[in-house]
């Protein structure tokens, strides 16, 4: 048997940063994955303080990225790579009452940090009412963040490719593992978990495309409208996510496909060529705040999700309120504490 501080379940954010969380305070862990594409490998990893629908923020937002720069330059102290992508968002104006909205809220306290209250138009794509820019904004290289530390967790013999099996745990025994503590960072998968059956996680279904343009964008920005569009690697271009809070089958769905086609054309007029179509279930929560907490007859079971539309930033953040609850004491959060549903 091999002795070890954690046992990590699970494939996307809350996992890795969890992980990261153990990896620079030396702690001894496994990370069993079942090597599925969820929502978080196909998310956009856009960085924005800002619901750019309303121009209003959210909570922790200026705390949230701060964190998540620290811990990006940390990751990359070990894994040799970068992962933040320093290009701003570009919000593309419907109108010009929606410009003026703008103008007034970069006068707000609360908002003056992330708008620019200058104004760009941009060529290549239709924007007559211009572009306001997001400042601390920026986005994650998906694919680059989950191959470089799946890479480290490798060369560590420390990832374990496949399916936790929940009929080999026993007390604090797991298979050929004796642990300290067990962290279930599942998202839609607790669904499947047999010790936290009361956790109501919600499936919010987002779509996105990979294209390939035909007119090269002529500056190097995220652009939001409806939906985000930005350069992927090879010549193709990131469009999407939906959301989509009905369940729905576990396939693509033509009619999301169809609504973000037209919502890349609605500004850019140019022919473009759909190279492919993906999705993911989005683990959220009814009142928007992640689950973290323990179990009141298995106190060294832990649960880490519900992280939403938002994964890369409450990953990021509350992997340190965790780690620090389970081995500081520090209380966690009554907005995120799994104990706000025993009310």
Same mark, same amino acid.
């Given at each position: 048997?091999?002795? &070890? %501080?954690?046992?990590?379940?699970?494939? $996307?954010?809350? !996992?890795?940063?969890?992980? #990261?969380?153990?990896? *620079?305070?030396? =702690?001894?862990?496994v990370?069993?994955?079942?090597?599925?594409?969820?929502?978080?490998?196909?998310?956009?990893?856009?960085?924005?303080?800002?619901?750019?629908?309303?121009?209003?923020?959210?909570?922790?937002?200026?705390?949230?990225i701060?964190?998540?720069?620290?811990?990006?330059s940390?990751?990359?102290?070990?894994?040799?790579?970068?992962?933040?992508?320093?290009?701003?968002?570009?919000?593309?104006?419907?109108?010009?009452?929606?410009?003026?909205?703008?103008?007034?809220?970069?006068?707000?306290?609360?908002?003056?940090p992330?708008?620019?209250?200058?104004?760009?138009?941009?060529?290549?794509?239709?924007n007559?009412?211009g572009?306001?820019?997001?400042?601390?904004s920026?986005? &994650? %290289?998906v694919?680059?963040?989950?191959? $470089?530390?799946? !890479?480290?967790?490798?060369? #560590?013999?420390?990832? *374990?490719?496949? =399916?936790?099996?929940?009929?080999?745990?026993?007390?604090?025994?797991?298979?050929?593992?004796?642990?300290?503590?067990?962290?279930?960072?599942?998202?839609?998968?607790?669904?499947?978990?047999?010790?936290?059956?009361?956790?109501?996680?919600?499936?919010?279904?987002?779509?996105?495309?990979?294209?390939?343009?035909?007119?090269?964008?002529?500056?190097?920005?995220?652009?939001?409208k409806?939906?985000?569009?930005?350069?992927?690697?090879?010549?193709?271009?990131?469009?999407?996510?939906?959301?989509?809070p009905?369940?729905?089958?576990?396939?693509?769905?033509?009619?999301?496909?169809?609504?973000?086609?037209?919502?890349?054309?609605?500004?850019?007029?140019?022919?473009?060529?759909?190279?492919?179509?993906?999705?993911?279930?989005?683990?959220?929560?009814?009142?928007?705040?992640?689950?973290l907490?323990?179990?009141?007859?298995?106190?060294?079971?832990?649960?880490?999700?519900?992280?939403?539309?938002?994964?890369?930033?409450?990953?990021?953040?509350?992997?340190?309120?965790?780690?620090?609850?389970?081995?500081?004491?520090?209380?966690?959060?009554?907005?995120?504490?799994?104990?706000?549903?025993?009310?």
């Amino acid at each position: 048997m091999k002795n &070890v %501080d954690y046992i990590i379940v699970g494939d $996307g954010y809350a !996992a890795f940063f969890f992980a #990261h969380q153990l990896i *620079i305070n030396k =702690k001894s862990f496994v990370l069993f994955s079942a090597d599925k594409k969820g929502a978080s490998q196909v998310s956009a990893g856009i960085v924005n303080p800002l619901v750019l629908k309303k121009f209003t923020t959210f909570w922790l937002a200026a705390e949230q990225i701060d964190f998540l720069t620290k811990t990006i330059s940390e990751i990359e102290s070990y894994t040799g790579q970068n992962y933040l992508i320093q290009e701003k968002i570009h919000r593309i104006f419907h109108d010009e009452m929606e410009k003026n909205l703008w103008s007034m809220k970069t006068e707000t306290e609360e908002l003056k940090p992330f708008l620019n209250p200058g104004f760009d138009t941009l060529e290549t794509i239709i924007n007559p009412f211009g572009t306001g820019e997001v400042n601390h904004s920026a986005r &994650v %290289d998906v694919n680059g963040f989950f191959n $470089g530390i799946s !890479a480290y967790l490798e060369r #560590h013999e420390i990832l *374990i490719r496949e =399916k936790f099996d929940y009929e080999m745990i026993e007390l604090s025994t797991y298979k050929d593992f004796n642990f300290k503590n067990i962290v279930f960072c599942e998202g839609m998968g607790v669904r499947e978990n047999p010790f936290f059956t009361d956790i109501q996680v919600i499936a919010n279904k987002g779509h996105h495309l990979k294209v390939k343009l035909s007119e090269k964008m002529k500056h190097q920005y995220t652009l939001k409208k409806k939906h985000f569009l930005f350069p992927l690697n090879d010549d193709l271009h990131y469009y999407g996510g939906t959301y989509d809070p009905n369940e729905r089958e576990n396939e693509i769905d033509d009619f999301k496909t169809e609504e973000l086609k037209e919502g890349l054309s609605a500004f850019y007029p140019h022919d473009f060529e759909v190279v492919e179509v993906n999705y993911g279930f989005r683990p959220t929560v009814k009142d928007r705040r992640p689950i973290l907490g323990n179990l009141p007859d298995h106190q060294n079971y832990y649960i880490f999700n519900g992280l939403g539309a938002r994964g890369i930033l409450n990953g990021c953040y509350f992997s340190k309120e965790l780690y620090e609850h389970i081995e500081n004491g520090k209380d966690l959060m009554k907005e995120v504490d799994l104990k706000r549903f025993n009310k």
